[in-house]
């Protein structure tokens, strides 16, 4: 089994920054693409931001020049920093780890983490 646990979210001004982190842990083997999704209150989940095992990241048109993923593959840990952060980026901020091995052989599988609050004052 593998568990992912969020950290860093609180309440700051517009304006004002925060950074998140992600650790997974368990019998991990690889994880290909870990990213981070945010849901705010009556909206669905929404792609925040993702980033490949090779470096190669994605990031949702709203984040873009704000926000910045990295990870740590040697310690399976994910980070989000986020500056200039805005109203309308108060949610509930997922962690999710995508195609996890936990072995050579192992089928692939996803995981989600059970979020952080960030809220944003104006």
């Known amino acids: 089994q593998v568990h992912l646990v969020e950290s860093g979210g609180g309440l700051v001004q517009a304006g004002g920054s925060l950074r998140l982190s992600c650790a997974a842990s368990?019998?991990?083997?690889?994880?290909?693409?870990m990213g981070w999704y945010r849901q705010a209150p009556g909206k669905q989940r929404e792609l925040v931001a993702t980033?490949?095992?090779?470096?190669?990241?994605n990031y949702a048109d709203s984040v873009k020049g704000r926000f910045t993923i990295s990870r740590d593959n040697a310690e399976n840990t994910m980070y989000l920093q986020m500056n200039t952060l805005k109203a309308e980026d108060t949610a509930v901020y997922y962690c999710?780890?995508?195609?996890?091995?936990?072995?050579?052989?192992?089928?692939?599988?996803?995981?989600w983490g059970q979020g952080t609050q960030v809220t944003v004052s104006s």
């Open positions: 368990g019998s991990i083997f690889s994880i290909d693409v």
């Open positions: 980033i490949h095992s090779s470096g190669n990241t």
């Open positions: 999710r780890a995508e195609r996890v091995k936990t072995g050579a052989l192992a089928v692939y599988r996803d995981y």
